[in-house]
């Protein structure tokens, strides 16, 4: 396996998939943007809460705020520009003018807690920001401790903006409305910056086993090779005519951000943005206003759609794409979908620091494979044993990939970098899997004891190392559980110091320091945490025990 002629997954491509892709058709995403704003200029792009945003409008509004970030913030080619903002306009143009200012855009949760929040600004060492008002009261308390000095707020409210002006935030700030910033830019000369493929695009950051986020640093020349990948691996059902895309993932998430904005962006698309994704009836209204034709979710969201009112009424008769990632997709939601759709839905399988897509199974393919799918063109997988050996067909092994997708490494951390990368070029990804003998491959476990939420990563060691510094514990571990709702939950186990301890006291302890994601569902008290003869959680041994 690894090796070109050893590739069965090449012969289950469909007859108008690409084996291999140029990923070197653009010399960066702007100019790949920048094609689709002129070529399309009077079409609509985006939509969200009744406003459209035309193709014309996202290349004339991106160039104005580049040319703010230049002018006023004094954005250089390289420098690192967070934004932290759920789906809406502000976000498309935010991020063009990111790039084409050459800056490097680090993409937050709005969601993040100020902790979670401090180290991925003081890790990025980003100056500049660019945030929802929601966001701002999480930024405020800890903007003193990180290198922050230019504030642009997308929906400032007064009570917000009081709270950025208290005597906690340093007076070097500068907070300017993202309006006001985009107003400005318009009179502004823009100075448009050589940008290669090699350059950094994207700081894309994923947990890892110590328990602190890590920057997966991903080129130009990586997302449009994953652009190309998607393109070529579906073939001629993604050249239609009013292709409808439905965006309720987030954007600053890797798989929304590839194939909902760049991709679709790059066809032609509109994309109806869906800000709160968690408000199913909503959405099934706004779905109910448009001909869908792609729609990309994770298990939890297509299930709860499924079980929400008003859905099974929709038209779903230009619906052909739909790709489920992030988490494994159930073979029962699965085949509920095709009941109600008519289409069952392609599940996928890739991470931050792929760009992130390695794997998806046919666009098209009636059956439900509860598989991962096929690799993209131009993507090798091998699984290999702890020794590094190539395992036989059909035996279980890492699943190791190498690809134009794959990143460059993780920000100033070469050891963690060196850590994840075989000697040959493979990125390891910590996921157990098989290979069968047309060449699909299934996810059988997680080397990592990674816990999946809702398709979004959590790392017990860092749940782990903030109830440990609560008073009243003792010793703690937490693993994963099954969960209806979001595919799998958070259990704590908890050793008690003070007696009184209460499993409500730990979790709104947890509530306090953690985004609501990676709050336990449930406490379990119990006398002492295994371990093994060095000491190590035995995390097994706590999945296994009935509760």
């Not at 409808?244 to 790059?266: D, E, Q, R």
């Not at 392609?346 to 690799?375: A, C, K, M, W």
């Not at 790392?459 to 693993?479: D, I, R, S």
């Not at 008690?496 to 499993?503: D, G, I, V, Y």
Request: overall charge negative.
């Amino acid at each position: 396996m690894g090796k070109t002629l050893d590739k069965p997954w090449l012969r289950q491509y469909p007859a108008d998939s690409l084996t291999t892709v140029n990923v070197d058709a653009y010399p960066s995403i702007v100019a790949m943007v920048l094609e689709a704003c002129d070529r399309f200029a009077d079409r609509p792009a985006f939509s969200n809460f009744g406003a459209t945003l035309t193709y014309g409008d996202a290349g004339q509004y991106s160039r104005d705020f580049a040319a703010y970030l230049q002018s006023h913030a004094g954005v250089k080619k390289g420098d690192r520009v967070a934004i932290m903002l759920p789906n809406m306009l502000a976000f498309p143009v935010a991020s063009f003018g990111i790039l084409r200012a050459g800056a490097v855009q680090v993409n937050i949760n709005p969601l993040y807690t100020p902790r979670e929040l401090r180290h991925q600004l003081i890790d990025a060492d980003t100056e500049i920001i660019v945030i929802y008002a929601g966001a701002t009261s999480a930024l405020a308390e800890i903007i003193a401790e990180t290198p922050v000095r230019h504030i642009i707020v997308v929906g400032l409210d007064d009570l917000i903006g009081q709270g950025l002006e208290s005597p906690s935030v340093d007076e070097r700030l500068q907070v300017t409305p993202f309006i006001a910033a985009l107003q400005a830019g318009k009179e502004l000369m823009f100075s448009e910056p050589d940008i290669q493929g090699s350059d950094l695009a994207f700081l894309q950051y994923t947990g890892g086993t110590t328990g602190l986020s890590k920057g997966a640093m991903l080129t130009n020349r990586n997302l449009i090779a994953n652009i190309m990948q998607y393109k070529g691996f579906a073939g001629e059902i993604l050249n239609r005519p009013d292709e409808v895309v439905m965006t309720a993932l987030p954007l600053y998430h890797i798989f929304a951000l590839m194939v909902n904005l760049l991709t679709y962006f790059h066809l032609g698309a509109i994309s109806v943005l869906i800000t709160n994704p968690r408000d199913l009836p909503a959405l099934i209204a706004e779905w109910s206003k448009w001909r869908v034709t792609t729609f990309t979710a994770v298990n939890t969201l297509l299930n709860g759609l499924l079980h929400t009112p008003g859905f099974s009424e929709l038209d779903f008769s230009g619906l052909d794409v739909v790709v489920g990632g992030g988490m494994a997709v159930q073979e029962s939601v699965s085949n509920r979908w095709k009941e109600v759709t008519g289409r069952h839905i392609n599940q996928g399988y890739g991470l931050s620091e792929t760009s992130p897509v390695l794997t998806l199974n046919v666009i098209g393919d009636h059956v439900f494979r509860g598989s991962i799918g096929l690799p993209f063109p131009d993507t090798d997988i091998v699984l290999r044993d702890e020794e590094g050996n190539d395992v036989p067909m059909g035996e279980p092994g890492e699943l190791c990939a190498k690809g134009p997708q794959v990143m460059q490494g993780y920000w100033r951390k070469e050891e963690a970098t060196a850590e994840v990368m075989t000697r040959d070029g493979y990125f390891r990804t910590g996921d157990i899997a098989t290979m069968d003998e047309l060449g699909y491959f299934r996810i059988v476990d997680r080397k990592k004891d990674m816990i999946l939420v809702s398709g979004f990563n959590v790392f017990p060691n860092e749940v782990e190392a903030e109830v440990a510094a609560m008073p009243g514990v003792l010793e703690c571990a937490c693993v994963g559980i099954p969960d209806d709702r979001t595919g799998e939950a958070v259990r704590l186990f908890v050793v008690k110091r003070q007696a009184q301890l209460s499993a409500a006291d730990v979790i709104a302890y947890c509530r306090e320091t953690l985004t609501p994601y990676k709050v336990p569902s449930d406490v379990v008290f119990i006398d002492e945490v295994p371990k093994s003869a060095v000491g190590k959680l035995l995390r097994r041994e706590l999945r296994d025990r009935q509760v």
